[in-house]
Nanobody, 127 residues
Framework: QLQLVESGGGLVQPGGSLRLSCTASGVRLDSYTIGWFRQAPGKEREGVSCIGRPDRNIYYADPGKGRFAISRDSAKNTVYLQMDNLEPDDTAVYSC????????????????????WGQGTQVTVSS
């Protein structure tokens, strides 16, 4: 089973930035479609962004368009989510997910189709 670990969350003021990381040990993430999702208290999980194979295949859901950027560093076996101009509505637990399927948009919209998930990292945007 693929074990994903997220890091980089924390408390940030509105307008600030965070970079989230998703990594795995013992398995190359290059072979996987990776997605970032978030879930706020009392709300359903929603997609943020996904990166496929090759890396030019990228999808952004509405919440992060223009403010978030997903990228993959193969040397570090890590997928990043750079989040800029954060807003209080971005407060949520952010999780990464992986799947060998390469249907990027379907996976990003139907998050339940991802087979492996991390535990999540808390992002809180507050003054």
């Amino acid at each position: 089973q693929l074990q994903l670990v997220e890091s980089g969350g924390g408390l940030v003021q509105p307008g600030g930035s965070l970079r989230l990381s998703c990594t795995a040990s013992g398995v190359r993430l290059d072979s996987y479609t990776i997605g970032w999702f978030r879930q706020a208290p009392g709300k359903e999980r929603e997609g943020v962004s996904c990166i496929g194979r090759p890396d030019r295949n990228i999808y952004y859901a509405d919440p992060g368009k223009g403010r978030f950027a997903i990228s993959r560093d193969s040397a570090k076996n890590t997928v990043y989510l750079q989040m800029d101009n954060l807003e209080p509505d971005d407060t949520a637990v952010y999780s990464c997910a992986a799947d060998l399927d390469d249907d990027l948009i379907r996976l990003c919209i139907l998050s339940s189709d991802f087979t492996s998930w991390g535990q999540g990292t808390q992002v809180t945007v507050s003054s």
